[in-house]
């Protein structure tokens, strides 16, 4: 069964529908009237022969063609989206043959609303065709001289920079991130890499800083995607400075980002029982609207969309699964250590009573149940019976490397400290070369 990208995932690629209209220009790119010029640049760059053969002046009247585009159906075989989306059957056949003998294209992958484009003339024969694999790889197919259809895997050049970006708080950080053109996905990574220090949607402050040194991937000059993030750094008005180190350990074990005092940085407890970034971006990018603190209120309230994933912030057994009271309906998780975990006005439950889970795990969807104004999820901490602040939670305790490896964390966190002071840096969406490493 081929993966599914969740709902999540798919917003993540969002900028990908901008790149898949560059596809298909790339693609017909000497047909269509509107051509805009970044893409005419980016095809002659790359298909300059093409653009030569397809501008010059036909031998003969060229045979009417129309173009086609189509996407992989949920429940329909490979080929019968391909004719569902106009291509002629015996056409349909001929593509997935030499798809078949170009022997790199995985049929088990193909995925629904995977987009395809085709040309098909007139009289019923295809003339070209391009399948979309990803932002930078797709299969083409075309005639070759003895009009035999020919598939061939093309994966755009990408380039790879080392780089510093840096930013400071106006709103949220997803909207810092957005206003300097960098991708969600950025966002999303930098939330990740954070996740067991820094809850994004409640200790985020106007004013806060980051620097994140990592690789950065493009396409003619246009960014596509990141590479590993070397080292981050934030500094916050509620959350102080929280600093992590990637350390290449040969032993997968302990391979992973540490602080600078080489303890991990994943613990115990996420900080946060959901994706802060939807819940920061469902708010059209402004501040989380915090609820109004009730009176006796014991725990954090994230205002989000409702049947937003909700998940446990640690391993445990689940200890209530149903309607209490105010509550609505609530899930009670025990982590051991005497620490509990609650989350409250839920629209669904997707775990039973007894059950464990683990950190992670979906556990249920925001709602609106029992007192609730609106829907939200109402998370708390209990240790002992009593509410804790999340904040302070201190079995939070990370696991720290061992003596013998230690003198090699501090060597390579030197050598990225070193890099991350030298590496160009993006400041206000521009990429200038100065140290701002302190
Ligand atoms: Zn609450």
Redesign the pocket.
């Known amino acids: 069964m081929p993966r599914r990208p969740d709902r999540y995932e798919e917003e993540l690629v969002t900028p990908q529908r901008t790149w898949l209209r560059h596809m298909l220009l790339l693609f017909f790119g000497g047909l269509l009237v509107a051509v805009d010029v970044k893409v005419v640049e980016i095809y002659k760059a790359h298909k300059e022969a093409e653009i030569a053969a397809m501008t010059a002046p036909a031998p003969e009247p060229p045979e009417r063609a129309k173009m086609l585009r189509g996407e992989i159906e949920r429940g329909v075989s490979v080929i019968g989206s391909f004719v569902d989306a106009g291509i002629p059957n015996d056409q349909a056949n001929s593509v997935i043959a030499a798809l078949r003998r170009e022997g790199t294209f995985d049929f088990t992958t193909c995925r629904p609303g995977d987009r395809f484009y085709a040309q098909v003339t007139d009289s019923g024969k295809l003339t070209r065709f391009a399948y979309i694999i990803n932002r930078l790889t797709h299969y083409n197919v075309q005639r070759n001289a003895e009009d035999t259809l020919v598939a061939e895997r093309v994966v755009l050049p990408t380039d790879k920079t080392e780089l510093v970006i840096t930013g400071a708080i106006e709103s949220s950080f997803y909207k810092s991130i957005l206003d300097m053109g960098e991708l969600t996905k950025l966002a999303a990574n930098v939330v990740r890499f954070f996740e067991y220090d820094i809850d994004f949607v409640q200790e985020v402050r106007k004013g806060d800083t980051y620097r994140i040194f990592l690789e950065r991937i493009t396409f003619q000059d246009e960014v596509v995607d990141y590479g590993r993030i070397f080292a981050a750094e934030y500094k916050g008005e509620e959350t102080g400075r929280v600093r992590g180190y990637w350390f290449e350990s040969d032993s997968e074990k302990w391979r992973g980002y540490y602080n600078e005092k080489g303890q991990q940085m994943k613990k115990f407890l996420l900080r946060a029982p959901l994706d802060v970034l939807r819940v920061t971006s469902s708010f059209g990018m402004r501040f989380h609207p915090t ?1 109004k603190r ?1 009176k006796m ?1 014991t ?3 994230y205002g989000a969309p409702t049947g937003t994933s909700v998940w446990a912030v640690a391993d445990g057994r689940v200890t209530h699964a149903g309607r209490a009271g105010g509550y609505g309906n609530m899930i009670a998780i025990s982590h051991g250590f005497g620490l509990e975990s609650r989350y ?1 006005h839920l629209s669904r439950i997707l775990v039973k009573r007894g059950q464990s889970v683990r950190q992670r795990q979906i556990i249920g969807r925001v709602g609106a149940t029992g007192r609730a104004t609106g829907p ?1 999820l ?1 998370f708390e901490l209990r240790k002992n019976g009593r509410y804790i602040n999340p904040r302070k939670v201190d079995i939070g305790t990370s696991v720290t490397l061992p003596a013998g490896l230690m003198g090699e964390f501090k060597k390579q966190m030197k050598q990225i400290n070193e890099a991350w002071e030298a590496a160009p840096v993006l400041k206000d969406g521009k990429v200038r070369r100065e140290g701002v490493f302190k």
């Open positions: 609820l009730r209120h725990g954090v309230d409250a939200h109402h």
